[in-house]
């Protein structure tokens, strides 16, 4: 993978300008061969300086994008004209990143309410932690460095399973996923968590991250009850704490700058819990209809709640409603379903859509080979071994074959939890 990052600062007044240029350099890119994808902020301390990451597969397809559609595009949009001190740095990527990159491209996007919810989720690092110094799994790899297929052999464990585990691993900067597949530890796992290293710390994380010690930590508490009712409305709720958090708003924000219109459509919005999602996009557009598909025991509570908007009790899984519809919203399905179940679903949403109609699919996505971007969701994939490699790559490809044109991938702005929202319509052939 090649990078290229670019800072660079605004001229007075420029700020806007370069910001919305920059929308059509990114329609531009996405037709490029070997495009992945690209992320573009603002510095946090400095709202005048701009950092941009622009990542293709490989040299020759940065290559040819300069020689080809660099020039015509920097003449059209005349970006030059609107930023000082440009800086740009092209990395040939064999992980690990360049120091800080993996920390730019996330977290310049992320919300500050993100890492919230990685303080809530840190205990699974230290699981994945635990997982792998009880397989000795950084000694294996200090003995004889090999790919996944190898490692997972030596261990005795399905190779998809070992992928998500190592992939964290990764995203943790304990281990090394070569270009040439070749697994390798990085130098604190090498010193610390070998068991037969001299300073190794292996005993202190299987004392440390032990599931009774968990268990006692999750109990000790301070008297405060559980305010909710059951797991229905604790999941329920917790959907909504995330939208209202910021994340709906970004959604709509992303689809906006997709230059998506919404308005007269008639929306299904599929496992949208209470609605919060249903309810901005409705804001945003004049004469958006959403309906919103759930369980019947979500309806229950939304109803209870005095909902805004039209909810239909069903099961995703089995069945969709019996009408067309101009959008299907998925938000945080897919990475949570089986390939086979995931291919099933995909089928139904195309067939509850109008001719050329929209499906707009907001999840947390990793974006890089590895699986290792953002780290929250390689982190998902590791407690579900039978469901979808949680990525964009793999999406996109469940999307084509499931009838729909090659997805435009857009990143999310300021996002809380989902990372990424993948645009398709119908393919005019239908499959």
Known sequence: MIIKQIALRAVPGGRERLLHGQRRWNEVMERQPGFLWSYVAC???????????????????????????????????????????????????????????????????????????????????????????QARLFDIIADTPGTADELASRLGVDTQHLERILAVLDGLKLIDLGSDH?????????????????????????????????????????????????????????????????????????????????????????????????????????????????????????????????????????????????????????????????AALLDRVRQVLAPGGLLILHDLLTVDESGAVPLGAALFGVHLPDAIRPSVRVVGDLLVTAGFEAPRIEPIEAFVSSNVVLIARVAATGR
């Open 182 to 342: 070749a697994i390798r530890n990085r130098p604190i796992a090498h010193e610390y968590l070998r068991w037969n290293a001299p300073a190794s710390l292996c005993a202190l994380v299987l004392h440390d991250a032990r599931h009774d010690l968990f268990l006692r930590w999750s109990e000790g508490g301070i008297g405060v009850t559980d305010p909710f009712i059951g797991p229905t409305s604790r999941f329920a709720d917790a959907v909504s704490a995330i939208a209202n958090a910021g994340q709906a708003i970004a959604l709509v924000d992303a689809l906006d700058r997709a230059g998506i219109d919404l308005s007269g459509c008639t929306l299904l919005d599929i496992g949208g819990s209470m609605g919060e999602y249903s309810k901005a996009i409705a804001a945003r557009w004049d004469g958006c209809v959403p309906s919103i598909l759930e369980q019947a025991s979500v309806v229950e509570l939304a109803n209870a709640a005095g909902t805004e908007v039209s909810f239909i009790a069903g099961d995703y899984r089995t069945s969709l409603p019996k009408a067309s519809y101009d959008a299907v919203l998925l938000s945080n399905i897919i990475r949570g379903e089986t390939p086979e179940d995931a």
């Open 43 to 133: 510095d946090a301390a400095d709202d005048d300086r701009i950092l941009i990451v622009i990542a293709f597969a490989a040299a020759s397809d940065l290559d040819r994008f300069m020689a080809t559609a660099h020039d015509p595009l920097e003449l059209e949009t005349r970006l030059s004209r609107f930023y000082v001190d440009i800086h740009v740095e092209v990395y040939e990527v064999h992980e690990p990143q360049p120091n800080g990159l993996a920390h730019i491209v996330p977290e310049a996007r992320s919300s500050p309410a993100n890492a919230v919810i990685g303080l809530a989720q840190a205990y699974r690092w230290s699981a994945v932690l635990r997982h792998a110094v």
